[in-house]
DNA sequence: GCCATATCGTTCGGTTCCAAACTATCGCTC
DNA sequence: GAGCGATAGTTTGGAACCGAACGATATGGC
């Protein structure tokens, strides 16, 4: 019992003692909480959308991001589609191959360099997509529901400028 | 040479097909645009902040994400620490594994709940904290440079209404 | 033509992460 | 006080993911 308010004195000590540290220093909370702000999202929406949409079709997320790619570019180079997935090039091997295994994309060595090799969906995978991306989105609306228009092209407009000034 | 133009009328006759069936359908473009922007900038700021800040202190995002909890928040219970970092808590008994084996971090039993379990910061947890944070805020700064104040604060507003929407 | 260099995709080793099964402990009920 | 749900943390199995090293192919200079 006197153990136990001890702890909890020490615990209430403690936090004193950082939070003072904390305010000693001109942190930027500003930005602090853009970008915890920006990583929690992106951790719920990308858990919710695994088990509440994918797991339906046995998808990953970025295994539907490469279909969704796939889908509106149309066939593309292993390296432009890791580009688009932004994914690592290793990590797209691994997966291309998953999908290929499962019948949803095709691999093509091109002729005119042996280096390259092109993906594509299969019919399968083509009606794959077709049934997702309609539940997919319908996600995405329902995890943005409580932003207006407005606040949502706001939202991706700020989202933009951050991702555009660190990636090119 | 016919064979590459050969392919290249067939890629745009795809990308025309794939808009044409897009096109058919309502799908919500600005909510699309807000969820792929949020994993995008996620995914771009975590790869980053990990190469450029906390590899040099061999830290991964989860990691730092533990010590800096517990430099807040002070000693924490595993579940509310899980919870704070946003991981599974299986994922989490792993992530203290390594701290505590590098000493960075210390697990107490509870002596009055023996299923408990305290962690907290080490001496050296603590130094290393302190000389990482400073870096890792310089670089949050740095990735939302492009944002003045007001944006940041409405971002990060948004994004706020995001996540509590769907944790709570 | 041939070697040096660059550029593809793949492979490899390691970490992060989740969900589900498991173990140990607690608290409640009879 | 023995059993039986509930609860806390750990273990397990597997996928996703990165960076670096690798092998194969192309290209340019000599």
Same mark, same amino acid.
């Given at each position: 019992? /006197?153990?136990?308010?001890?702890? =909890?004195?020490?615990?209430?000590?403690?936090?004193?003692?950082?939070?003072?540290?904390?305010?000693?220093?001109?942190?930027?909370?500003? $930005?602090?909480?853009?970008?915890?702000?920006?990583?929690? /999202?992106?951790?719920?929406? @990308?858990?919710?959308?695994? @088990?509440?949409?994918?797991?339906?079709?046995?998808? $990953?997320?970025?295994?539907?991001?490469?279909?969704?790619?796939?889908?509106?570019?149309?066939?593309?180079?292993?390296? %432009?589609?890791? #580009?688009?997935?932004?994914? #690592?090039?290793? =990590?797209?091997?691994?997966?291309?191959?998953?999908?290929?295994?499962?019948?949803?994309?095709?691999?093509?060595?091109? #002729? %005119?360099?042996?280096? @390259?090799?092109?993906? $594509?969906?299969?019919?399968?995978?083509?009606? =794959?997509?077709? !049934?997702?991306?309609? %539940?997919? %989105?319908?996600?995405?609306?329902?995890?943005?529901?409580?932003? !207006? =228009?407005?606040?949502?092209?706001?939202?991706?407009?700020?989202?933009?400028?951050?991702?555009?000034?660190?990636?090119?």
């Amino acid at each position: 019992m /006197a153990d136990s308010n001890q702890q =909890t004195d020490e615990m209430l000590a403690n936090e004193r003692d950082i939070r003072a540290r904390l305010g000693d220093h001109p942190f930027d909370f500003d $930005s602090l909480h853009v970008i915890s702000n920006i990583y929690r /999202a992106a951790a719920t929406i @990308r858990r919710r959308a695994e @088990r509440e949409v994918l797991a339906d079709y046995n998808l $990953s997320w970025g295994g539907f991001t490469i279909l969704w790619v796939l889908w509106i570019w149309g066939e593309m180079e292993t390296a %432009n589609l890791a #580009a688009e997935c932004d994914l #690592a090039k290793g =990590t797209l091997t691994g997966m291309v191959s998953t999908l290929e295994q499962r019948g949803l994309v095709e691999r093509e060595r091109m #002729a %005119n360099d042996r280096r @390259r090799v092109t993906v $594509s969906l299969t019919d399968e995978g083509l009606t =794959t997509i077709e !049934d997702v991306f309609p %539940n997919f %989105n319908a996600f995405e609306a329902e995890m943005s529901a409580d932003l !207006d =228009t407005d606040e949502k092209r706001m939202a991706a407009e700020l989202l933009r400028r951050i991702i555009t000034r660190h990636e090119g």
